[in-house]
């Protein structure tokens, strides 16, 4: 008997992501597994729509921006001095640092250099837009009781942080 996606099983499954014009942001090469049942391993929407389902089941979620990567954040981008950046400073490059007020970690990734300034954003690349999310299911299994114990898949072997 084909295993259920219940909670605490092991999903696999092959995806692509989709923006609204159908063009393709990401593509599996190979399935990628997470822990079902709210352990915050997959977009909640997507996990919704995978419970009950079994291996070979495929399923399409359509997913708003606040579903998938949130709402544009204009409180994320900010404009800061150019001697704070390392000379080698390019259009693209990620930076950590704190969000505004916060001891947040975001990741801001710089999208402006002029000779006084770089401006940074920390909002993901796909904030603001909604995904089309097809995906297969590969395999289903029990968790093991460290991978519950830990909140996460572990991978062939045991563990790995």
Known sequence: MTQQVLKNTIVSIDYEML?????????TDQSISYLHGGYDGIFPRVEEALQG?????KLTVELSADDAFGEYDEDLVRVEPRNLFPKNVAVGMPFEGAAEGTDHAVVYTVTDISDETIVVDGNHPLAGKSVRFVCTITGVRAATAEELRHGHVHGEGGHHH
């Open 53 to 57: 389902r079994a291996s070979g089941d």
């Open 19 to 27: 923006d609204a014009d159908g063009g393709l942001i990401e593509k």
